[in-house]
């Protein structure tokens, strides 16, 4: 059975509804203002002092500087972080040294060496995406048939076709957002639904 990740939680009520669900990570992207679920580093601690201590925090950064990433982790405000840009391998390890903590480092796949990049990750988990993130669509699945290290799967996936996503590539978790909100918000009966559906399968 993969784990479940709900991203791009943003307000109280959103963390009510994994509360009441729990998956095994929430995401929240942290000062990107490209992206409409953005928090700030404030907003983010509010929220984190309600979650469910069993749901591990995953902070989601693009390009961010290092010491805005390290020092969230240090506090324990997170205890996963999720790189989303062009960070480099140096910025991994460096990341990973100085505090201990887990990274995933998120790859957009488009063609085998996209695939090739995300194997050769010195990251703990890697996830494969369509594209930016929270686009709702899905990549060419086929491309990530030969990967053997535990992977987040992402991009288009709802309860739509989640189970043959789980079937056909037995990721190590799936990770859901734009599938579980509607108009722009997080649905609670939506993240339910998933998450009820990873867990029967």
Same mark, same amino acid.
């Given at each position: ?23 095994? &990570? ?8 490209? /992206?409409?679920?953005?928090?700030? /580093? ?18 989601? &950064? ?85 990967? /053997?290290?535990?992977? &987040? ?24 957002? /734009? ?23």
């Amino acid at each position: 059975m993969p784990k479940v990740k709900i991203c791009g939680l943003r307000t109280m009520e959103d963390i009510q509804a994994v509360n009441s669900c729990k998956p095994d &990570f929430a995401g929240f992207i942290v000062e990107y203002p490209k /992206s409409r679920r953005s928090i700030t /580093s404030d907003e983010l601690k509010k929220l984190i002092r309600q979650l469910d201590p069993s749901i591990c925090a995953v902070g989601v &950064f693009v390009n961010a500087p290092f010491v805005l990433v390290a020092d969230l982790l240090d506090q324990k405000v997170i205890q996963m972080a999720q790189l989303h840009g062009q960070e480099e391998e140096a910025y991994i390890r460096q990341l990973q040294d100085e505090t201990g903590k887990k990274v995933i480092k998120a790859f957009s796949v488009k063609t085998e060496e996209d695939i090739a990049k995300a194997k050769a990750s010195s990251a703990d988990y890697i996830l494969l995406d369509q594209g930016g993130g929270g686009t709702g669509k899905t990549f060419d699945w086929m491309l990530a048939g030969g990967i /053997s290290r535990p992977y &987040f799967l992402a991009g288009g996936l709802g309860v739509d076709n989640l189970e043959k996503a789980v079937h056909y590539l037995s990721p190590w978790a799936v990770d859901l957002s /734009s599938s579980v909100e509607t108009n722009g918000k997080k649905d609670p009966e939506k993240i339910r639904q998933a998450v009820e559906l990873v867990r029967k399968l």
